[in-house]
């Protein structure tokens, strides 16, 4: 049984930082693509990042890459403790949602392509 669990998300004033991890069980961790997404009050689930098996390649969601390409969000992954972060910087009311982690077979920012997902994080960023 695979078991994705989401972690970090609390109440955090604007402009602060905070750091998800998505803890996996019940596959080979190394072998799957992993993604975060999120569902803001009232709005359908989108997704956010994503990371390659290895870690080496990366996609990001145009609201979270920022004009250089470069942050304010941040995808990682620990393969040695099964276990997919997302480094949130420079946070705004707007990224208040739930995120969720999924796993799926390949790099992709397509939910569909996503085969198992975590109960979500709630993250509630004040102004």
């Known amino acids: 049984q695979v078991q994705l669990v989401e972690s970090g998300g609390r109440l955090v004033q604007a402009g602060g930082s905070l750091r998800l991890s998505c803890a996996a069980s019940g596959r080979t961790f190394s072998s799957y693509a992993m993604g975060w997404f999120r569902q803001a009050p009232g709005k359908e689930r989108e997704f956010v990042a994503a990371?390659?098996?290895?870690?080496?390649?990366?996609?990001?969601?145009?609201?979270v890459k920022g004009p250089s390409g470069k942050g304010p969000f941040t995808i990682s992954r620990d393969n040695a403790k099964n276990t997919v972060y997302l480094q949130m910087n420079s946070l705004k009311p707007e990224d208040t949602a739930v995120y969720y982690c999924?796993?799926?077979?390949?790099?992709?920012?397509?939910?569909?392509?996503?085969?198992?997902w975590g109960q979500g994080t709630q993250v509630t960023v004040s102004s």
């Open positions: 990371v390659s098996r290895s870690g080496g390649d990366t996609y990001y969601a145009d609201s």
């Open positions: 999924a796993s799926a077979p390949f790099l992709t920012a397509a939910q569909a392509n996503y085969d198992y």
